[in-house]
Nanobody, 125 residues
Framework: EVQFVESGGGLVQAGGSLRLSCAASGFTFDDYAIGWFRQAPGKEREGVSCISSSDGSTYYADSVKGRFTASRDNAKNTATLQMNSLKPEDTAVYYC??????????????????WGQGTRVTVSS
């Protein structure tokens, strides 16, 4: 059974930092791209990052580019999301998942599969 366990969320002031962690099990971790997405109340799910299984290349949403850094440790089956310069609009539940790049009518989209329970991030202004 594919499982993800996210941790590290919390309450932080704007401009602060948090480091999210993800432990994965139930599949061959280094065969899959791993990413993070977030869900804020009343908003659509937003893909945040997706780091490849092969060359470490990473997609970042424009909204987090330059502030967030995703990484993975294939030896430990873990992933992290370092979040700096946090903004109130980053408030959401963050999920770790398998991710994949798809192209629909010429547009690149990132899809996420098999996520955990999520970890809540609240950024106060």
């Amino acid at each position: 059974e594919v499982q993800f366990v996210e941790s590290g969320g919390g309450l932080v002031q704007a401009g602060g930092s948090l480091r999210l962690s993800c432990a994965a099990s139930g599949f061959t971790f280094d065969d899959y791209a791993i990413g993070w997405f977030r869900q804020a109340p009343g908003k659509e799910r937003e893909g945040v990052s997706c780091i490849s299984s092969s060359d470490g290349s990473t997609y970042y949403a424009d909204s987090v580019k330059g502030r967030f850094t995703a990484s993975r440790d294939n030896a430990k089956n873990t992933a992290t999301l370092q979040m700096n310069s946090l903004k109130p609009e980053d408030t959401a539940v963050y999920y770790c998942a398998q991710c994949r790049r798809e192209v629909y009518s010429g547009l690149v989209e990132y899809e996420y599969d098999h996520w955990g329970q999520g970890t809540r991030v609240t950024v106060s202004s």
